[in-house]
């Protein structure tokens, strides 16, 4: 008997609550992984911004502090063709920026790189067997995603659109994250670049939910137990939270961010392909502003990044920011600053708490 | 003794069903205002294509066929300065499809008009005294509000965001409609005309629950029992529920706008300002495609619609939609077709019986 009313993302995944806390590249450190799952929630390991050893390294930290299922996330894009012509617009894009900054434009830059899954990320699993392995962008190529399946380990993908939730079931996922438009960081979209038509967590979820047989993780503009209890209203198995553990005392994340995100409301971030060459969610800053938030300037991803590197090292130094990427979503208000176990507990005590009290009808 | 959660919105209006049927200029027939406030919910007459003496006899009509309350909805913008050469240069846009359409893009084009609350309409709220009004785009002058306030109508207006919220909620206002991202038809924006900043309904609803003390309404994305109790759960008191009332058959939509919400699915709406000069929810569509589907262009609200009327008769009258406004929100795909009044009934049976179920836990 579980006290959740649905129970088919805590049978799939082995777990007690059904919070997922949203791996971040950068923000999401192995303690806060290790955390969650030891609270009976998963923990996700984000892999993007990690090489192998890096990897390893979290990974050994993680499973010496839980024995609980964990999730490892990988991002599936394609690396693109080197575009030294469009770099150079990009640089030409930022580089009054530079002379403000008192930098010289014309110095190296760094590759600004977020890696995609391949085959020694694939060595890491099928070594350390992380029970839940998750992918942004789509998936990656078949015969890499077979070796993942091999290893036991459930796959789950996230989809902005019913059309990516149809593509990602007929490929086999365990479970689908149906992102909505309010979500922080980089969009999961893959099979559509129109940020016009991305739709929001109250109409994508049901949608989701009626167009494929897996179990749905609602994700985006989630960040308290009202929005928990809505996500099971809506038919989601459970939910993947991101921004509200940013304020987790686990998060490693610039100073600058965590100031950001103390200010950030509801109508105060958009989502920006400035940083990386995707889009993404983030408080708004000034080279959002002034060069985006959206620019056709910006490189494929990731290679957007590379560029920004030095003013915003520069910016930092400063305390300004500028130049960083202050990934949020549009609830980041209604966070709460704790330990990533004690929010794990608190969102799932004020989810079943708020859950209980809609069937209790009210006396006038 | 209610079965519902929260009750403010019923005793506020003096209705037993929270289900408010949004009010769809051109759309929304007086029959089926009657017929939802008939059924216990909320009927709402949108009054912006109405003059004063369409807008009696509408209000007539629904006088007699139910005694419970009514909603009068009104816009509240303000008429903009003629701008003719502005007019010129979107004519000048679309001279191309009128020579396509064998049409003279010289010829006199209709005014296009939206009208907004003015003392002609004030008498007849003053004849008629419709229990609630409510306004969209803002509020109107303060002298014209007095006058609504002293009628005894309980007055409400959208927010899009929580800066919008608080601003209704310093003017007095009796509730507020927090209307998310998904929403169809014209976003309630009045504070901010950055589209890129609006919020989702899974965000907005909790935060302006939390920054007001009156009772919010949940728009956006909900068609059908489970965005009703979603719309709960983030701590609304009511919801209001456009585009699935489309599929009533009271509503009044040419037969491309019902063909268009027949093949509406989650991603094929964007905002487009290409019709009134506002940005609205619609299923995109080829003056979508091709001139917006928001273009700078655009004259001011609501002058932009006069140079399409002759190229959306041309086409209509061939069976073609590339000049209609396909208003819809981002959940047509959940609405069923039936009366207005059986809608009503089976979207509050099914809230709240997944506010029931919610509550029940499972069984393993």
Known sequence: MSEWPDTRILDLFGIEIPIIQAPMAGATTPEMVLAVSEAGGLGALPSA????????????????????????NFFAHTMPQADPARQMAWRARLASYYVEAGLDPADPIPSGGRAPFDMSFCDVVEAYKPEIVSFHFGLPAAALLDRVRATGAKI?????????AQWLAERGVDAIIA????????????LTENMATQVGTMALVPQIVDAVNVPVIAAGGIADGRGVAAAFA??????QVGTAYLFATEAKIPAVHRAALMRAGDDNTALTNVFTGRPARGVINRVM???????????????AGGALAPLRAKAEAAGGDDFTNLWSGQAAKLARPMSSAEFTHVLAADG?????????????
């Open 49 to 72: 911004q990690y090489n192998t050893e890096q990897l390893r390294a979290a990974l050994d930290t993680i499973r010496a502090g839980t024995k609980k299922p964990i999730n490892v």
């Open 156 to 164: 789950i993908s996230s989809a902005t659109t019913v059309a990516e």
């Open 179 to 190: 992102m909505g438009f309010e979500a922080g960081g980089h969009r999961g979209n893959f």
């Open 234 to 239: 809506l038919g989601a198995s459970a939910v």
């Open 289 to 303: 502003r002034e060069v985006g938030p959206i620019s056709d300037l910006a490189p494929a991803f990731p290679t």
């Open 352 to 364: 079943l708490r708020i859950m209980r009290r809609l069937a209790g009808g009210k006396s006038d």
